[in-house]
Structure formats: structure tokens, C-alpha cells
């Protein structure tokens, strides 16, 4: 990648819109993910496996999820389900040797969550689009639409590296899911012998009214992402702070500590205030290993959003939320399989929790629910390490408000989905 | 994951063995789950939950379906929510349409007497204790008494609303001579020019309507109740109810929709599903315990208020016409007694006048309250032996008579009210 030539990123494009149709395909070279150098989960939108184009200083890649599913609440199925969840595409290209440009533009089924916004069905967004520009090691500018550094998932969520077809809830339903911004960070990494040291810290738009003020009627993170304009215009005019630190020893595992703050409410019209500043702060605890021998790996990551809520308005919209998951993804077989080199047969099984709510109802001094916990085991093949066959098996209860269990939406889901999800 | 996947793997050679149990695991684990259709979780018994609608005609189904995604639809600033507002959506306060929680309960102010409410230029009858980010809070004025009503159970109020007049009005002419003083009268009350006389309806010489809905039985049909919900309860206008509720503190003038901000559409389809939910199912109603709670329930004369059967007369919805039903009250207002007077009424009952509360559908407040019970028209009372001994006024002879039970019929009884 060092040796690549400046060229305009768009000329790069065009070049690609052209060479798809000419060139034989012998000269796109597989450059599978750089696992040698930097495998903190900072990086994993550049620890892909990309498809350089001959002497092309520009290389691509993608991936795509889809699936069927079967699953049912209380006796409630929308029956068989086929689904084609996302399609992803990137490209990466090297202006210079320290001077790198990466877009990922995806389709999405559903992006928001949100059952209001699901009839609108598929949309195409461009998810990332970054420059990157090195300093120094330990000092990197990087400036455009970036994926702001909360947590490990919303870094590395990319559908082949999974072995379930669903996102962890947590991470999705509570945290906004994939969450992008338009905004500029720094972030930097450092070696020294098993331990890595990697810090990032972004200034971007933010979150608005939305998050307290939506049609799932809880507070929801997500909601923001569904305002067209929050790449143009923050809802407060102050920018959102998010940082994250990671930490890694070769034998021991990564740990990431997160943590985001913004100021979501429009409390101002004309230069004139309207409303008190009101601040939603996240916080991220996210931390991934192999064991050695075993070779089991174990992923998890804990949440923690606080938002002020302003006074005089219906506590439906909770002023703190907690969840995450664990995943832990057993290999059972590797090696030659059917003619697959690289084969894998994995037995997995992530079990999560997300509280939508936590605390106290002022009126009662008793609980609020409003949470949910599932377990799902997981059988995934794959035939290399870039493509994954999965089968989950969900197992989920979920409560609202009030601890209600019986309704729509309600109690135990259960069902089962099988996905096929590839780089390519 | 990431790194087990894409870590160097060593190839094995001699793999035919592993490479069988392989495909068998994969295989087994497709089939054994493909098979297993019934490993989705069962449908709720209706008896435990409230889910379910009357037999309805596919087109009636399709109005239904639509009515019960707008009531349990939450509603937002942008979807009208507000200014004031109490909750967001009818859900929220009729969870699974049964009994509300005590975290949406509302405030109504300004009526100390039959003559009408004294403080509708400040934003009465309804105080919406909640408002939109930045707006001021609405107080209650200096002056106005007031109450906190807990939301009662929606499911099976279509059924109340096709009981005939008569049936009400027999009801209250039995009471006349009740030994035990058991009184009570309907709430007749001025109904909305846009409402239209239910099936025979019998008004009053004064032009006033025999009302049904609410803990007061102020309102008179679920369009009404409907529309004053959208209204008061979440600040939604209507072509019924056109204007926002506002707050005299503010002083601006009263925020009014341009455009109803429920649909016509929408409204007639809430209206529609309230109106065809079925009544609840009583669970264990053979089992002796229970019974025997029955024969205690009527022994100590608290079905003269709680009717156990209640005819039904015509109705449009063919479901619901000339129905017997089990909902436990006689659509009147009784006085309760100086302990349950909150001196504020509606219509012309007095303040210490309630309607008999529907008791169907008891057994299942837990499930909607957060595992404890709010009973009575503010969630006072704990626990059903609480509710119970809160009765005073008319109900005082029933109560000091469930007070002189033995514990085993005593529970016997609140054994058939939890089974309802």
C-alpha cells in the first residue's frame, strides 16, 4: 500500500467504473486483512480483505448479508422470512504513502430499527468516507464522514467477521447502530513488545431531540440516525465528543474504554434559548481474546448511556440505559474440508441484555423494566475466513415498562434464522 | 472472531474422519431445528392476557388491525404529541387494555359541584402533568379542587356500550329499596353535539344523556371517550376535539392543529378496536375455592353494585348485540363515603359518587401494574382486601360484612376476584 501513486480519489473511481469492464480478473489481486500489524479494533475499517486492481493504487471491497429466518412472539410469526439485510461496498485508496482515503457506501434494510421508519424499506447511505493523514505514528488527522469510536461493535461490525446473522441488541438497539458522523479526529497507536497502545479521540455532529422524543417511546440513541439533516446541521451547534482507548497485549486480549458526550437537545432558535442544555453521555466497555490452546474466542461489550431528561416530561424516556453482550465462538474443526483449505466449524452462543430503562418510577418507587435478555446458540461453517454459513437459534424474553409481558411485541421470542454473509 | 478467523490455520491431513462428523453436525443441527416449527413460543391463552377481538368479518379484522397499531402507536412532537400532554400513546396508559399504572396516572380540576367545571379557561378539566422540552409546566389553580384517576380496563367497553337505558335505569329503580342503603343513580349528563343518541337511548326531560364511560360514568360514548383521550390525555386534535390543550400560565393563545392531528381515518379505527375488544375470560371459574368466593361475593351483597350478568341490547357490530356479559358493575355512580370523596366531579354526580368499577379483568392487573395492584379510581388501595375495605358510603354495609367474614371466606372471596 505504501507504494501507491496521488490520484484524485474520484479519477481512482472512474478508473474502477472502466477496469471492471476490461480487466481479466487474473489482475485483481486478493489482499486478505492485514492481521501482522495493527489488529487493535480501531482499525478493522482498513483490516479488510480488499481487491487491488493491478497497479491500481486503489483497492476495493465489500461484503453482503442475507438470510432466512423464522421467528415468532407468543404465538405471533411473520412466518418465513428471506431477507437481504446489507450489501456493503469499499474503497480504499492511498493518496500517498501517508495519506489514505477509505469510502464504504451500504445498502441497508431497516437501518433505524425503528417500525416507524420500516415501511420506507431499503436505503443506500454512504456509511464512511475518511481521509486519513499520518503525522505520526502516534499522531493521525483523519476528517469526513466517520464512524465515531464507541465501542468495539460499532468499529468492527462488518457481517462475515460474526458468526450470528443478528447485531447484538445492545449495540444496535440502544447504541445507535453504526453510528457515523461528519467530523474530524485524531488517533494515534503505539508497540512496545506484546502491548499496544492505540487512542482516538473525534469531534463530530451529534445526536438530536429525537433520541427522548420517538415512536418506539423509550429513550433510543438510534432515532438520531434517522434525521436526514444530522450531516449537515447539529441539533445544539455544540459538537460531540467521542474518545476511546484501547489497550492490547498479545497474550492477554484487547480492552476498550469509550466515551462519547454531546449536548442533543435544540436549545436555541435564532440565537435566542429556548430550553436548558440537556447533555446524553455514553460510556463503553468492550474487551476481545483467543484463548490460547482452545482457541475460543470471546468478544464482549457493556454500555452504559446516561441522557438528562428535561423536566416535566414522561418517564417512558429513561435518563439511563445499560446493555451489551458476550459472544463466544468455539472451533470445533479447521482445516481441509470439501476442497476449502481454510475451512472452520464453529459452535457459538452470544447472550445479551439491554435495560432501556433503568431506575425507579417516581410515582411508585418500583422498578421500570423495559428490558430484554436472549440467549442464542449458533452453529457457523466457514469455508474460509472471509465468507460465514450460520444458524442461530434465538431465545429471548422481553418486558415493558411497567414489567408487562403479555402483549405484542412481548415475552418470549423465539425462533431461528440462517444467513450467509461474504466479503467479496 | 476476527482473530480466530483470519489467524494462520493448519491443514490437516488426515481428515476424512473429522470430515463426515462435520457434515453430520451440520446436517442434524438443520434438521432437528427445520423440524421444529413449534419451537416458536405458543400464542397467550386469552385467558391470561387480553389480546384478543370479537368475531369480526375480514373487513371488520382489517379495521381492527388498523385500530389496535394507532392505539398502541406512540405519538411525538412531530406526530402531534403535546404541547401537554400526560402519555404518549393509549398503550401506555392501557397496557395489554387492561388497568393503567400508576407512573401515567392523570389529574382532572375544577368541578367542586353539579354545575359544571369552573376553570375551563384555565385548561381544565385536565391537568396535562407533562409537556414538551422547554415549555413551562401546568399547575393546578389556586382554588380548583381536584382528583388523580388511574386509566380503568378497555378491554370489553364495547360490550358497556350496548347495554340498553333501560337495563341501567332497572338497575337503579332495584336499588330504591336496598336494605343495606345502596343507592345509586346513572350520571346524566349534556352529551357533544357531535354525538349521536345510542340505540335507545332514554334522555331526560332536561335534554341530558345517561353517561357510562369514565370513574365518574361523565362520558357518553367511546367516540367521546376517544376523542377526549386523544385530546387530553396525549394532546392530539381531532375534528371532534380541534383544539390543543394549552397552559394559562404560557400566555399565549391555545395552540390550534391547522389539521386534525389524528386522521378521521385513524380515530374511527381506535374507536372501532376499543369498541370490538373482548371481555375478559374468568381462569378457574370451576374450581371450589373460586365458587365458593362467588356465593360469598353475593352473599355480602356486593354484586347489588358489581352485576354479575349484564345483558347487552342492540348494536351495529353483530358481536356485540344482545350479549350476556360478566363485567361486574351496573354502569352507575354511587356515593362512597367521605374517606373516597376527592371534592371534584363531572356531569351530575356528586364528589363522593363513582361508578362501579368493571371488576372484570382484575385478576390480571398484576401483570400490567409491575407485579402489585393500584385498585380504586386513584391506585389507593394495594392489595384487593385494601380496595375493599376503602368501600364506604352506600358499599359500608357490604364492607363491614366482608370485614365480619371468616379469613377462609374472606380469601375464598378474593380468590373468585382474582380469578375474574
Not at chain 1, 425503528?114 to 483523519?142: K, T
Not at chain 1, 446516561?306 to 479447521?334: C, E, R, S
Not at chain 2, 400566555?251 to 381506535?270: K, R, W, Y
Not at chain 2, 395492584?373 to 366482608?402: C, N, P, T, W
Request: proline content about 5%.
Amino acid at each position: 500500500m505504501s507504494m501507491y501513486k496521488v490520484l484524485p480519489c474520484c479519477l481512482a473511481l472512474s478508473v474502477f467504473g472502466t477496469a471492471q469492464a476490461q480487466l481479466d480478473s487474473s489482475l485483481l489481486r486478493r489482499r486478505s486483512a492485514d492481521t501482522a500489524k495493527s489488529t487493535l479494533t480501531m482499525d478493522a475499517a482498513y483490516n479488510r480483505p480488499f481487491l487491488k486492481l493491478g497497479k491500481m493504487p486503489v483497492s476495493i471491497g465489500g461484503y453482503m448479508e442475507s438470510n432466512w429466518q423464522y421467528v415468532g412472539t407468543s404465538g405471533i410469526t411473520a412466518g418465513n422470512q428471506f431477507q437481504f439485510r446489507r450489501f456493503s461496498l469499499f474503497v480504499a485508496s492511498s493518496i500517498s504513502s501517508r495519506v489514505k482515503f477509505l469510502a464504504e457506501i451500504e445498502y441497508e434494510n431497516d437501518p433505524t430499527g425503528d417500525p416507524a421508519d420500516a415501511h420506507e424499506g431499503g436505503q443506500f447511505e454512504i456509511e464512511y468516507a475518511a481521509v486519513d493523514v499520518e503525522l505520526h505514528p502516534l499522531l493521525n488527522i483523519r476528517g469526513g464522514m466517520i464512524v465515531n469510536p464507541i465501542g468495539a461493535f460499532n468499529q468492527n461490525h462488518d457481517g462475515p467477521k460474526w458468526e450470528f446473522t443478528d447485531r447484538p441488541i445492545a449495540m444496535t438497539q440502544m447504541l445507535p447502530e453504526t453510528w457515523s458522523n461528519t467530523g474530524f479526529g485524531l488517533y494515534g497507536k503505539q508497540f512496545t513488545g506484546d502491548w499496544m497502545f492505540g487512542y482516538e479521540f473525534y469531534v463530530t455532529g451529534g445526536l438530536n431531540d429525537s433520541i427522548i422524543d420517538n415512536s418506539m417511546g423509550k429513550t433510543w440513541l438510534p432515532a438520531a440516525n434517522a434525521n436526514p439533516s444530522r450531516f449537515s446541521a447539529s441539533a445544539s451547534g455544540a459538537p460531540m465528543y467521542s474518545g476511546k482507548i484501547s489497550l492490547r497485549n498479545s497474550k492477554i486480549g484487547e480492552l476498550g474504554l469509550s466515551y462519547a458526550s454531546d449536548i442533543y437537545n435544540t436549545w436555541q432558535v435564532e440565537g435566542t434559548q429556548i430550553d436548558d442544555k440537556r447533555t446524553a453521555r455514553i460510556l463503553d466497555v468492550d474487551f476481545n481474546t483467543v484463548l490460547p490452546k482452545l482457541h475460543t474466542s470471546i468478544v464482549t461489550e457493556w454500555a452504559e448511556v446516561l441522557v438528562q431528561i428535561p423536566p416535566n416530561y414522561t418517564q417512558q424516556y429513561g435518563n439511563k440505559q445499560f446493555g451489551g453482550f458476550i459472544d463466544i465462538v468455539q472451533p470445533i474443526f479447521k482445516g481441509h474440508f470439501l476442497g476449502w483449505e481454510h475451512a472452520t466449524l464453529n459452535l457459538a452462543v452470544r447472550g445479551e441484555y439491554v435495560d432501556w430503562n433503568v431506575g425507579n418510577f417516581t410515582s411508585t418507587g418500583t422498578r421500570m423494566y423495559n428490558d430484554l435478555w436472549s440467549v442464542m446458540p449458533a452453529i457457523s461453517f466457514r469455508p474460509t475466513p472471509q465468507t460465514v454459513l450460520r444458524f442461530n437459534y434465538r431465545h429471548q424474553f422481553q418486558r415493558d415498562i411497567t414489567g408487562n409481558a403479555v402483549g405484542a411485541a412481548l415475552g418470549l421470542t423465539e425462533g431461528y434464522s440462517l444467513g450467509l454473509s461474504t466479503y467479496f | 472472531m476476527v482473530a480466530a478467523t483470519f489467524a494462520e490455520i493448519s491443514i490437516n491431513n488426515s481428515m476424512n474422519r473429522k470430515r463426515l462428523s462435520v457434515i453430520g453436525i451440520i446436517i442434524a443441527a438443520i434438521a432437528t431445528f427445520s423440524n421444529c416449527t413449534k419451537m416458536i413460543p405458543d400464542m397467550i391463552n386469552p385467558a391470561n392476557g387480553l389480546c384478543g377481538a370479537v368475531n369480526l368479518s375480514r373487513a371488520q379484522s382489517v379495521l381492527f388491525a388498523k385500530g389496535n397499531d394507532r392505539f398502541f402507536a406512540i405519538r411525538t412532537a412531530a406526530t402531534g404529541l403535546g404541547p401537554y400532554f400526560v402519555s404518549t400513546g393509549c398503550g401506555e396508559c392501557h397496557s395489554s387494555d387492561n388497568r393503567g399504572h400508576l407512573f401515567t396516572i392523570l389529574t382532572r380540576f375544577g368541578q367542586p359541584d353539579t354545575n359544571g367545571n369552573r376553570f375551563m379557561a384555565m385548561g381544565g378539566p385536565q391537568l396535562q402533568n407533562a409537556n414538551l422540552p422547554g415549555l413551562m409546566p401546568q399547575r393546578i389553580p389556586p382554588g380548583a379542587t381536584s382528583t388523580r384517576l388511574i386509566a380503568p380496563i378497555t378491554a370489553g367497553v364495547g360490550f358497556l356500550e350496548a347495554v340498553p337505558d333501560s337495563e341501567i335505569l332497572a338497575f337503579a329503580a332495584a336499588n330504591a329499596t336496598d336494605p343495606n342503603g345502596v343507592r345509586g343513580h346513572p350520571n346524566y349528563n349534556t352529551i357533544p353535539a357531535y354525538a349521536t343518541p345510542l340505540a335507545g337511548a332514554i334522555p331526560r326531560s332536561d335534554g341530558k344523556y345517561i353517561c357510562r364511560f369514565g370513574r365518574k360514568a361523565s362520558t357518553y360514548n367511546l367516540a367521546q371517550q376517544c376523542a377526549n383521550a386523544y385530546n387530553h390525555d396525549m394532546g392530539i386534535t381531532s375534528t371532534l376535539a380541534p383544539n390543543n390543550p394549552y397552559n394559562y400560565l404560557d400566555q399565549t393563545a391555545p395552540a390550534i392543529a391547522p389539521t386534525p392531528e389524528v386522521s378521521e381515518d385513524d380515530f374511527n379505527a381506535v374507536v372501532f378496536y376499543v369498541q370490538c375488544l373482548q371481555t375478559p375470560v374468568q381462569r378457574n371459574a370451576v374450581n371450589a375455592t373460586v365458587t365458593q368466593g362467588n356465593q360469598v361475593f353475593l352473599n355480602i351483597g356486593c354484586e347489588t353494585c358489581h352485576k354479575q350478568t349484564v345483558t347487552t341490547g342492540y348494536s351495529s357490530i353483530a358481536a356485540l348485540a344482545y350479549q350476556t356479559i360478566n363485567p361486574f358493575t351496573d354502569l352507575l355512580v354511587h356515593d362512597m363515603g367521605a374517606a373516597d370523596d376527592d371534592h371534584y366531579t363531572e356531569g351530575t354526580a356528586l364528589t363522593s359518587e363513582w361508578r362501579t368499577t368493571p371488576l372484570w379483568g382484575l385478576g390480571l392487573a398484576p401483570q400490567v401494574q409491575g407485579g402489585k395492584v393500584y385498585l380504586m379510581h386513584d391506585g389507593r388501595a394495594h392489595s384487593i382486601k385494601e380496595a375493599i375495605q376503602m368501600h364506604g358510603g352506600e358499599a359500608a354495609v357490604s364492607a363491614s360484612k366482608f370485614n365480619a367474614l371468616t379469613p377462609v371466606d374472606q380469601n375464598a372471596l378474593i380468590s373468585f376476584l382474582q380469578s375474574l
